[in-house]
């Protein structure tokens, strides 16, 4: 079963991650939403902060553990936020289970297939020996030689958690997503489609989300729209998440 944090009363809203993150990263957007009336479920994905470590890291197995999560809470029908990675299981559940899902929201992630762009990160991640035991300030030295954005480093950090009483290690199965970092960019079936309102956000600054994708978003997803967060990049719930949650909570209310 997945890690959860779970918070407010209401109609239950799934929040899902991003790849490298964990339920910690919308903290604060998980209380501003149960502030307004919802029972929010901030999950951590499998090889993610404190679930289950496994070897099968595909979509198939996230949409699997989603649809054990929902039917262990008896949660019904579920609204839903993804962003990155989590944005994409969200599109794999919603389309396979359509009676369980409400109002879906996918932040700066489109259906389509994505290649491997995580090399420099990856690199970055396993040039740390744990085995040295080093201090965190050693661990975020060794990552500013390949990851030179201070946000991306600190994201990666938050990660960190001390394995035993006198060395750190990452939460997140750092072997696993070695073997299968290629799933992650996996694309929608070409049949998959989801008919409920659906909301995509896209950051000004990213790319993850082009012109060019509209198309095949309204083919897998015909009650959608697309909305652009300023200001921000492709972690834009984190950049401006005073407009993100405007946005999204006029979405769910509506």
């Known amino acids: 079963m997945l890690y959860s944090k779970t918070e407010g009363s209401g109609k239950p809203l799934l929040i899902l991650h991003g790849f490298l993150g964990m339920s910690d990263n919308w903290k604060t957007l998980s209380g501003q939403y149960a502030a307004e009336g919802f029972q929010v479920h901030a999950l951590d994905m499998r090889n993610h902060g ?15 553990d989603i649809v054990e999560y929902v039917r262990f809470n008896n949660l019904g029908t579920v609204d839903i936020i993804g962003h990155s990675m989590g944005g994409k299981i969200a ?11 409400g109002k879906l929201i996918v932040a ?6 994505y290649a491997p762009h995580h090399q420099d990160i990856m690199k970055a991640l396993n040039s740390v020996d744990f085995s040295k035991k080093p201090s965190r300030q050693q661990v975020e030295a060794i990552l500013s030689e390949y990851i030179h954005d201070f946000g991306t480093r600190q994201f990666l ?8 009483p006198d060395q750190l290690d990452f939460r997140f199965n750092l072997g696993a997503f070695n073997q299968s970092i290629d799933n992650i960019g996996e694309a929608l079936p070409a049949d998959a489609v989801f008919a409920k309102p659906t ?4 950051g000004e600054k990213s ?14 997803f015909p009650n959608s729209e697309i909305v652009t967060i300023e200001n921000a990049g492709h972690w834009l719930h984190a950049e401006n998440p005073k407009d993100f949650f ?6 769910l209310k509506s």
């Open 50 to 64: 404190r679930s289950l470590h496994s070897a099968d890291f595909t979509y198939k197995a996230m949409t699997s």
């Open 91 to 101: 599109m794999f559940f919603a389309t396979q289970n359509r009676e369980s899902t």
């Open 108 to 113: 700066d992630i489109a259906p389509r297939y």
């Open 157 to 164: 950090m938050k990660s960190l958690y001390w394995a035993t």
């Open 199 to 202: 909301l995509f956000l896209k």
């Open 207 to 220: 790319h993850y989300i082009c012109e060019d994708d509209y198309p095949a978003i309204k083919h897998h």
């Open 246 to 251: 405007e946005e999204t909570l006029t979405f």
